[in-house]
């Protein structure tokens, strides 16, 4: 009989905290807003990152600094491999690797690279829109955001944004392949709104390197 009195106290307790509870976590919806509001209204930004990436028998760890500017421009300067670039702004994107003889362009409607959805930072991110079969994950400061990129199903399985809660300010990307592979982004020395020229977004081949249409590398 105690028993039964002792598990329908603690049972009567759980109902009179859960509100509490839930109250104190915010939902997938609050927190995609968040992310959405801090981001929507920057004009640029610039971060750190670190690239990890493990799949088809290898790993590679590379670093750099990455630039964005509204509306959707983007450029990678890599530290580990020194030299390797990726740009896109509205009309092509270019891929270098120090070394190569030739630079690809390839136009930017036709992009397909898992560099790209970052571009959706600045001035239009909608998490609950560019992303279907949403789940998160969330603890007292963080949480993660999982989903799949319209309009790249058939390559992307998943992809997860890590972000801290109380901000809104992301501070990982994690990006599940079709092919098995995982490639991880962790992003540090944020700085918003930060004065960016348009020559920025812009590919100069150095002497000697041509320029080729192609498709970028997978």
Request: charge should be neutral; glycine fraction near 6%.
């Amino acid at each position: 009989m105690k028993e039964k009195v002792r598990s329908l106290w603690l049972f009567c307790a759980f109902l009179a905290i859960s509100p509490l509870l839930c109250a104190q976590s915010p939902d997938l919806h609050e927190i995609a807003g968040r992310v959405d509001a801090h981001y929507n209204h920057l004009t640029s930004l610039k971060l750190d990152y670190t690239e990890r990436y493990s799949g088809m028998g290898q790993t590679r760890v590379e670093t750099g600094t990455l630039l964005l500017k509204k509306p959707g421009r983007m450029r990678w300067n890599y530290a580990s491999p020194a030299g390797k670039v990726f740009i896109l702004n509205s009309k092509y994107a270019w891929f270098y690797t120090p070394g190569d003889p030739q630079a690809q362009r390839v136009a930017a409607k036709q992009l397909d690279d898992l560099r790209s959805p970052l571009r959706f930072l600045l001035g239009r991110l909608k998490i609950e829109k560019e992303l279907t079969n949403l789940t998160i994950e969330s603890s007292q400061n963080s949480a993660k955001i999982k989903g799949v990129p319209k309009g790249m199903e058939q390559r992307i399985n998943a992809m997860t944004l890590a972000c801290n809660t109380p901000t809104g300010i992301l501070t990982g990307l994690k990006i599940e392949d079709a092919d098995g592979s995982i490639t991880e982004f962790s992003f540090t020395n944020l700085q918003e709104n930060v004065p960016l020229n348009d020559a920025d977004f812009e590919f100069v081949a150095p002497a000697g390197v041509t320029v080729i249409e192609g498709m970028p590398p997978s």
